[in-house]
């Protein structure tokens, strides 16, 4: 793919494509092609005989896809990462890479629901092709199950009143678009720390509407049946749920509690961690905001 066609800026990009232990005939699958950013420094170290399987629902990435037959691109959630490979004839791969933010091109779209910036239907679907929306979590949701969302996914602390507030507004009328949620929330929305906090609000119900930590914890779990010995499973997560999630399962290969133990009384793990926790540069911050969250994880199968 050439820089014209990309529309997303590749975190971590060469920290994570090394993190992949890339070999020139191995099998590696980009798990969330989005830009195709990472997919292409990916290809660019493959040999004739390497192959790519590149995963997104996102019909724009679909569009976007590099022409390469060296890549497979599959049009579908991570989470049936599994069953497609198998589709495909392929059992094991070389290292996995999965990076889970939601790429610039989305933020962009003012017709995705994404962005806090713009006026627009509250959609924030993936997959155009999925049927849940925003508009419905908003509008039809339990008041109990907003509350959930909003703690969980947001880290918000008010979630109750958030919650107590949606439930009585949409019963005069239906809350359609962001600026209509944005007039809504508007009391719990003080002007210094506006932004911060209408960005937690739409990651707890784009999180709720795309079902991303099942869908993590599927895929991840998958990755220990996948990967070869000594294959790499590297994870760039943006919040702290899902890099709890990552981190937990990269250590124990759980999500919770703790793995047996063997006859020596050592803990039985499918993955031993590379390297430390790896962060962006204030370089890179500074060149692309939407990275200062950012952290990379790498774990091999053992």
């Known amino acids: ?16 494509v090394d993190g992949l232990a890339i070999k020139p005939d191995g099998i590696y699958v ?15 170290r493959l040999g004739a005989e390497g192959k790519l399987f590149a995963f997104d629902q996102d019909e724009d990435a679909a569009a976007n896809k590099a022409v390469d037959s060296r890549l497979v691109f599959i049009q579908e959630n991570f989470r049936y990462i599994k069953n497609h490979l198998r589709f495909h004839g392929v059992k094991k791969v070389d290292s996995i890479l999965a990076d889970l933010g939601v790429s610039s091109h989305q933020f962009d779209r003012p017709d995705r629901g994404f962005s806090t910036r713009f006026d627009s239907l509250l959609d924030m679907r993936m997959s155009q092709s999925a049927t849940l929306t925003a508009r419905q979590v ?56 506006e932004h911060k906090i209408l960005a937690k609000i739409f990651q707890a119900i784009r999180i709720e509407v795309n079902q991303e930590m099942e869908a993590l914890r599927e895929m991840l779990t998958q990755t220990v049946q996948l990967l070869n010995p000594g294959g790499r499973l590297v994870v760039i997560s943006y919040h702290s749920l899902e890099d709890r999630l990552v981190k937990r399962f990269m250590r ?11 006859v020596f009384g050592n803990y039985e793990v499918p993955f031993k961690k ?5 962060v962006p540069s204030k370089d890179e911050i500074k060149k692309n905001n939407r990275a200062r969250s950012a952290k990379l994880r790498i774990a091999e199968r053992l």
């Open 30 to 44: 980009d798990a969330t092609y989005g830009g195709g950013g990472h997919s292409a420094e990916i290809l660019k």
């Open 138 to 193: 908003i509008n039809v949701y339990e008041e109990e199950a907003l509350k959930k969302m909003f703690f969980e996914y947001g880290d918000l602390t008010n979630a109750k009143a958030l919650a107590a507030t949606l439930a009585h507004a949409r019963k005069e009328k239906a809350i359609e678009s962001s600026v209509e949620l944005k007039t809504v929330l508007k009391r719990f929305l003080p002007p210094h720390h």
């Open 1 to 16: 793919m050439n820089d014209e066609r990309s529309y997303h800026d590749p975190v971590l990009l060469f920290d994570s």
């Open 274 to 278: 590379i390297n430390g926790l790896i």
């Open 252 to 262: 124990n290969g759980l999500f919770e509690g703790e793995p047996q133990r063997d």
